[in-house]
């Protein structure tokens, strides 16, 4: 897996063209390049298409996206979350394992009980773009 110190930044800029028109451009700056563009094709090394293939695997199971769904907005417990889907807290659990390893989600302890996030805005982001697909 990728450092962040190797995960792209990207920045904006605006370029005026006219008195009504403006472009904006896309840069893309990477720290190690190599690491992650195939210098012969231009297209993402292996290990990065698999990294984020796997990032969508987490994505294929129905449970682990209503639970993130559930998370998009509050901070749940374990027991929470497992009223809200109707589902027990064994299996609510062993799908949390899975998404905080994958990174997509967070928690902290208040005392005995662990609450789980979203871990930051870019899930939040793919869970909502990719609704806004499907209901294209």
């Known amino acids: 897996m990728l450092t962040k ?3 792209r930044v990207i920045i904006h800029t605006v370029e005026h063209m006219n008195n009504y028109s403006y472009v904006v451009k896309e840069v893309i700056v990477m720290h190690n390049p190599d690491k992650i563009i ?6 993402p090394k292996d290990e990065c298409l698999s990294d984020l293939a796997d990032l969508f695997k987490m994505f294929a199971d129905s449970t682990r996206v209503k639970i993130m769904f559930a998370l998009m907005e509050n901070e749940l417990c374990v027991r929470d979350i497992s009223s809200c889907l109707n589902m027990t807290q064994s299996a609510i659990s062993h799908q949390l394992k899975i998404l ?3 990174n997509l989600v967070a928690n902290r302890r208040d005392g005995k ?4 996030r979203l871990s930051d805005d870019h899930v939040k982001s793919i869970i909502a773009q990719g609704f806004d697909h499907i209901l294209e």
Not at 38 to 43: F, L
Not at 113 to 116: D, M, N, S, V
């Open 5 to 7: 110190a190797e995960m």
């Open 38 to 43: 195939s210098k012969n094709t231009g297209i």
């Open 100 to 102: 905080k390893s994958a």
């Open 113 to 116: 009980t662990i609450y789980y």
